[in-house]
């Protein structure tokens, strides 16, 4: 079983609204917080929002009041609502979990986001 799959991207105008899913394995969703990831063109990796099982949340100072992360257990789903997009938002998006900060499962495909005019 693949353990993670993105989806939900697309290319969207600024100020515009893009929701992305993320399936998980049931082996690890109950157990870790999990998170959505982005790499933007030329930057490293980085974590933008996470949810732990319990339901709380963390956003990147760039994605606060913009982004809300939610998670159905019993799908084991992981979604990323994104309001309010900027061209600095483009990136591949990807979700894994998250785990003293860092992810411990392996990449997904990752799913496309760009934000254009």
């Known amino acids: 079983q693949v353990p993670l799959v993105e989806s939900g991207g697309g290319l969207v105008q600024p100020g515009g609204s893009l929701r992305l899913s993320c399936v998980a394995s049931t082996r690890f969703f109950t157990t870790y917080t999990i998170g959505w990831y982005r790499q933007r063109p030329g930057k490293q990796r980085e974590l933008v929002a996470s949810i732990a099982v319990r339901g709380d949340t963390n956003y990147a100072d760039s994605v606060k009041g913009r982004f809300t992360i939610s998670r159905d257990n019993a799908k084991n789903t992981v979604d990323l609502q994104m309001d309010s997009l900027k061209p600095e938002d483009t990136a591949v998006y990807y979700c894994?979990?998250?785990?003293?900060?860092?992810?411990?499962?392996?990449w997904g495909q990752g799913t496309q986001v760009t934000v254009s005019s």
């Open positions: 894994n979990t998250v785990y003293w900060g860092a992810p411990t499962e392996s």
